[in-house]
C-alpha cells in the first residue's frame, strides 16, 4: 500500500511498480493494448453503422440533416467535449504526452488541464446528456426510416432492405459494446466518478489512500467520506 509519488498519480508515474500493486486485479491501471483495440473495434465500428444508417434513414424520409447533425456530434463530443467533462478527472489524464493514452480515448487530443478532483454534478449531467445523444441518436433515424419504408416500400426498397440489415448489425454492435463496457471495462475503470463506473467502494478508497494529490481532491470535494466502506 505504498505511496508511489506525492505529486503525480501512479498510473501517471512511469517509475510505478505495478507487478507488486495489491490493487492490479481489480483495476484498469495500465495500458492494454488488446483490450484497448477491442473497444477501438467495437466504438468505431458502431458509430459507422450508425452514420449509414442515418445516411439511409435520411433518403428514406427525404431529410439529409441527420447524418451530418451526428458526425458533428461525434467530433464535439469525442474530441473536445469528453476529454474536458470526463476524461481529464480520470488518472490515465495525467500522464505525459498530447494525447490520451488510455483504453478508451486512445489517441484524442488532450486540449484541456488534468483535474485529480472527481467530475462535478453539473459535468456528470452534461455528459450523460452528450453520451445519450451520441449512443442512442441513431435509433432515431432507425424508428424513422424503417418506418416509411413500410409505409411506402415500393420508394428505394433496396434502401429500405439494406436499412433493416444494417438495423440487426447495429444492435449486434450495441450487445457487444455494452458487454465490453458494463461487463468488464465500467467495473475496473480508474475514472470513478464516472457515471457508469461500476467499481467498490473499498477499491476507490485504497487507490485514493495510494495517491495523495487524488485524495486530496476528492476530500476538499466531499467525496471521501462515500468510499471507507
Known amino acids: 500500500m505504498a505511496i508511489i509519488n506525492q505529486e503525480k498519480n501512479c498510473i501517471a508515474n512511469e517509475d510505478s511498480n505495478c507487478s507488486e500493486c495489491d490493487l492490479k486485479e481489480y483495476l484498469v491501471c495500465r495500458f492494454e493494448k488488446s483490450f484497448s483495440n477491442k473497444f477501438l473495434f467495437g466504438n468505431t465500428a458502431y458509430r459507422v453503422v450508425a452514420l449509414v444508417i442515418l445516411y439511409l434513414a435520411g433518403v428514406l424520409v427525404n431529410q439529409f440533416w441527420l447524418m451530418p447533425l451526428y458526425l458533428g456530434g461525434i467530433i464535439l463530443v469525442f474530441f473536445i467535449l469528453e476529454p474536458r467533462l470526463l476524461c481529464s478527472h480520470c488518472p490515465f489524464y495525467e500522464k505525459k504526452g498530447k494525447v490520451l493514452k488510455c483504453w478508451a480515448l486512445r489517441g484524442m487530443p488532450k486540449l484541456w488541464n488534468y483535474h485529480p478532483g472527481p467530475i462535478s454534478r453539473i459535468e456528470k449531467i452534461v455528459m450523460l446528456s452528450l453520451g445519450t445523444f451520441i449512443d442512442l441518436f441513431p435509433i432515431v433515424g432507425i424508428v424513422w426510416g424503417i418506418l416509411a419504408f413500410v409505409i411506402n416500400p415500393h ?75
Open 155 to 229: 420508394d428505394n426498397f433496396l434502401i429500405g432492405i439494406l436499412l433493416i440489415s444494417l438495423t440487426i448489425i447495429f444492435i449486434t454492435l450495441m450487445v457487444y459494446f455494452s458487454k465490453v463496457l458494463l461487463g468488464y471495462a465500467c467495473l475496473r475503470c480508474p475514472n470513478f466518478s464516472c457515471a457508469m463506473n461500476k467499481v467498490p467502494s473499498n477499491i476507490i478508497f485504497a487507490f485514493l489512500k495510494k495517491n495523495p494529490v487524488m485524495k486530496k481532491a476528492w476530500k476538499e470535494a466531499g467525496r471521501m467520506a462515500s468510499y471507507k466502506t
